[in-house]
């Protein structure tokens, strides 16, 4: 059985910082790209960053371009969201996924994912 758990969120000061986790089990996703999204209460999941499958190439969405940091450990089948410079609009539940694409691409349509974690809160205090 495939899952995601994701771990480190938690309650924040603007300006601060949090760092995401998410561990994979049942099955290696060393080749495929992975990504992070987020909910905020009364809004549509959107895109946060990706990251492909080879090659580390990474993807960022506007809102948190040069603030975030994706990474991924595949020898520990791990992905990570270092979160920088946080803001109260950064609050919202954020999910880890896996694609079910490989190589170089960074998806940023939640329909390309195919496995998806249960979700951390975060919450920036303003």
């Known amino acids: 059985q495939v899952q995601l758990v994701e771990s480190g969120g938690g309650l924040v000061q603007a300006g601060g910082s949090l760092r995401l986790s998410c561990a994979a089990s049942?099955?290696?996703?060393?080749?495929?790209?992975m990504g992070w999204f987020r909910q905020a209460p009364g809004k549509e999941r959107e895109f946060v960053a990706a990251?492909?499958?080879?090659?580390?190439?990474?993807y960022y969405s506007d809102s948190v371009q040069r603030r975030f940091i994706i990474s991924r450990d595949n020898a520990k089948n791990m992905l990570f969201l270092q979160m920088n410079s946080l803001k109260p609009e950064d609050t919202a539940v954020y999910y880890c996924a896996a694609a079910g694409t490989t190589g170089w691409r960074t998806p940023t349509h939640d329909y390309e994912y195919n496995y998806w974690g249960q979700g951390t809160q975060v919450t920036v205090s303003s």
């Open positions: 049942g099955r290696t996703f060393s080749s495929n790209a």
């Open positions: 990251i492909s499958g080879i090659g580390g190439r990474r």
